[in-house]
């Protein structure tokens, strides 16, 4: 398996190892969604959707940080990977 492989794998295992907490009673809209960019900051996606519900946090040595945030909406959840402070890879789950 190669280094993104392992990098998500572990980190997909320990987001949902966490517990849920809190949630957020507004909507987001797929437009908004589709702003967030791969190479984002924290701080430009703390502008366009506000404060995670969820933050998970694992230091992987050489590799360096990644990070989870969970946003929670009324119509959606919103999971976020951040690698050394930068967005990764997200994800929408619509209901």
């Avoid at 366009?48 to 969970?70: K, Y």
Wanted: charged content about 25%; proline content about 1%; aromatic content about 12%.
């Amino acid at each position: 398996m190669d280094r993104k492989g392992i990098r998500i794998g572990v980190f997909v295992l320990f987001v949902f190892s966490a517990a849920l907490i809190g949630c957020q009673y507004d909507e987001i809209t797929r437009d908004v969604y589709d702003q967030i960019r791969n190479g984002m900051t924290e701080d430009q996606v703390i502008d366009l959707i506000g404060s995670p519900d969820m933050v998970s946090e694992t230091h992987m040595g050489e590799l360096g940080t990644m990070a989870s945030w969970l946003y929670q909406f009324d119509n959606a959840d919103i999971l976020i990977i951040f690698e050394n402070g930068r967005v990764f890879s997200k994800s929408w789950t619509e209901f």
